[in-house]
């Protein structure tokens, strides 16, 4: 839902972006369009009546009839006034029939000059032409500068949206499409882990920047998973390395132990068997790790009593750690699983819990429809919400168990955690604010065909 949010909104800016773009750049335009388009269709107008006006003075100097001259145009709605020296009207279109000149303008013979005169509500544009001792008075009216004007304003205000509209639906499409590649790398980086490295992401056909970014991202995979490869195998073979001197070290414990030595000493091989076996533990964790990173861990199927696990675990930690008060509640229950994995899982728990428990431990199991539970807990400090998940990672321990003597190994969450994911289950931290819990959860063996592997 976040990728598709965050693929979404990248979308969407997109084409937000290209839509605004666009719209400025219109608006800039359309601006430019209307003056330009009244600054012609002024000048359409000025000819008009310097037509007008050129055929009156023709007519006054030719002596020519001027009636015909005087009727208005209905295309054009042009009028004239034909007025003497003294500024008396001598002739006119019958729409000025009894007005006074329509202006002041007075320019001499051969001459000619315009203006503006604004009548029966609407502006005209005047032209004056001196003719002989006559001045002819021309008159277009400029409504059809307004009506284009307007309808170019029209045009713009209508088609800008749309056209922003457009391309903000076409940037969308386009690069979402363009993203469609990229999603495809996301989705198959993010199934990649430790186990899946031969995997690499999908190279789109086309020959661009997404292409090159899948392929350098391919080769950077590459050199993981060769690096990956070596990194087992050094800790597979030096596993097996260790395991002749320390069996060796451990045999020589054995016999130190049986024989009649001073106090400091016998403590020293008393240390020597602890080191020795923790040492051992941490060779079989490796040797695990190694072998699940190699292969998926393979689970033997039989029936698997959880409860007898937990008294068994309960038994031992009670030996083990006789000043630990251990309580909880066990209820029958059985999985098909790998016993003697799940039991690995159960002690490398207790053992952690053991190891950061202030005088409590708690092992309780019980069943419901769907899946199996236990769950291990200890009154020592609570885990932070921060380090839940980063527990479970390798060789990671918490700054408070690194004071403490005999602590782990920082592998065995891990290793717990890949066996109950192996068997379908899960194994999770719950949320407390004093102590610490871990669940596992695992299918019944009614359902355990469907659960996740």
Do not use: C
């Not at 009636?67 to 295309?75: E, I, K, N, T």
């Not at 490796?286 to 959880?306: E, G, H, I, K």
């Not at 063996?445 to 469907?450: D, E, G, K, L, T």
């Amino acid at each position: 839902m976040f990728s598709l949010r965050r693929r979404l909104g990248v979308r969407l800016r997109s084409a937000l972006a290209a839509a605004v773009v666009v719209a400025i750049a219109s608006l800039l335009a359309g601006v430019a369009l209307f003056v330009i388009a009244r600054i012609i269709l002024l000048d359409n107008v000025t000819a008009v009546a310097n037509d007008k006006a050129a055929q009156v003075a023709a007519a006054v100097t030719g002596g020519s009839d001027l009636a015909g001259l005087l009727r208005p145009s209905a295309r054009e709605r042009t009028v004239v006034q034909v007025i003497d020296a003294s500024g008396r009207v001598v002739a006119a279109s019958d729409a000025l029939a009894g007005q006074g000149p329509i202006s002041g303008l007075r320019p001499r013979p051969g001459q000619k000059a315009t203006g503006r005169w604004e009548g029966a509500g609407e502006p005209f544009r005047v032209v004056a032409v001196g003719a002989g001792d006559r001045i002819v008075l021309v008159a277009v009216s400029e409504d059809s500068v307004d009506d284009g004007t307007e309808a170019v304003l029209g045009a713009i205000l209508l088609g800008l949206p749309l056209l922003a509209l457009v391309v903000g639906i076409a940037t969308f499409w386009f690069v979402g499409r363009t993203l469609r590649p990229v999603e495809a790398m996301r989705k198959q980086a993010a199934s990649i882990t430790s186990r899946n490295l031969h995997e690499r992401l999908p190279v789109p056909p086309t020959d661009d920047e997404i292409a090159a970014l899948a392929s350098t991202m391919n080769t950077m995979l590459d050199r993981i998973e060769a690096s990956a490869a070596a990194q087992r195998r050094f800790v597979g073979d030096a596993s097996h390395e260790l395991r002749s001197p320390l069996a060796t070290v451990q045999a020589n414990a054995d016999l130190l132990e049986g024989a009649d030595l001073p106090a400091s000493a016998s403590r020293s091989v008393g240390r020597i068997r602890t080191e020795s076996a923790r040492m051992a533990r941490l060779v079989d964790d490796l040797l695990l790790l190694a072998r699940m990173d190699d292969n998926p861990l393979r689970v033997r199927r039989q029936d698997v009593d959880l409860d007898d696990l937990a008294y068994t675990e309960r038994e031992r930690l009670a030996e083990l750690h006789p000043g630990l008060t251990v309580r909880g509640t066990v209820e029958p229950v059985r999985v098909s699983g790998d016993a003697d994995a799940l039991l690995r899982v159960v002690r490398n728990l207790v053992d952690n819990a053991a190891r950061h428990a202030a005088s409590e431990v708690s092992i309780t199991v019980g069943g419901r429809e769907a899946y199996a539970e236990i769950v291990i807990a200890n009154d020592g400090p609570p885990i932070r919400s921060a380090d839940r998940e980063r527990i479970f990672d390798r060789f990671v321990r918490l700054d408070d168990s690194r004071s403490r003597t005999g602590g782990g190994t920082g592998l065995g969450l891990s290793i717990a955690r890949d066996i109950v994911v192996a068997h379908g289950g899960t194994l999770t931290v719950d949320d407390r604010d004093e102590g610490a819990a871990m669940r596992i959860r695992l299918p019944r063996p009614a359902v355990f065909s469907s659960a996740p592997r």
